[in-house]
């Protein structure tokens, strides 16, 4: 046995392929709430998640990330709060808006959250940050949920702007009725939802 100059790197180690696990740890009570019940302007949005055969991936976890209605990212702490005695979570507060969600997704691949519109950032259009966990992914992957009732900012919004109108459509949901907005996950393959690269 030798001993290793600090000086020497050392490799990176590879990535594995991740889950299917996210439903027996990741998951918390409230997880899919982060607006506080009978809040008078929560929105629901709602979707599947398909892999690359078009068929449903039924576990799967989306966590969304968002700013408030006032566009601020300081979102109050409380969505995974511990129990003093058992030590398990509780969940959320029922009270506070966090701006965090996660979802797992049904066995038909289904996800659904109550929140708040999210308010503009500057720069930017109103949108929600959405990242996706599922089997046979090495990395979990990114995108981005724009309302489409907001077609003068999602015009200006320069991640928008860099698309092509038919990829550009993967990123904004479809309205339905009631405060209801539908937003569909193609992992691969036709229509396949546009993913952010971070470097």
Known sequence: ?????????LAPTPSHTVGPFY???????????PAPAGHPDTVSVHGHVYDGAGDPVPDALIEL???????????????MRR?????????RNGVDFTGFGRIPT???????????????????????????????LLHHLFTR????????ANAADPLL???????RATMVATAEPH???????RLQGERETVFLDFV
């Open 65 to 79: 990330w968002q700013a408030g209605p006032d566009g601020a990212l300081d979102g109050a702490t409380g969505s």
């Open 161 to 167: 702007a860099s698309l092509d109108e038919e990829r």
């Open 1 to 9: 046995m030798t001993a290793t100059s600090p000086r020497t790197p």
């Open 83 to 91: 129990d003093p005695v058992t030590g398990g979570f509780l969940g």
């Open 23 to 33: 439903g027996y740890a990741l998951p918390f009570p409230g997880g899919p709430e």
């Open 145 to 152: 949920l724009y309302f489409p009732d907001q077609a003068e």
């Open 106 to 136: 049904d066995r038909e691949g289904r996800w659904a959250a109550r929140t708040l519109r999210p308010g503009a950032r500057p720069g930017h259009a109103p949108y929600i940050s959405v990242c996706v966990f599922a089997r046979g």
């Open 179 to 185: 405060g209801t907005y539908r937003f569909d996950i």
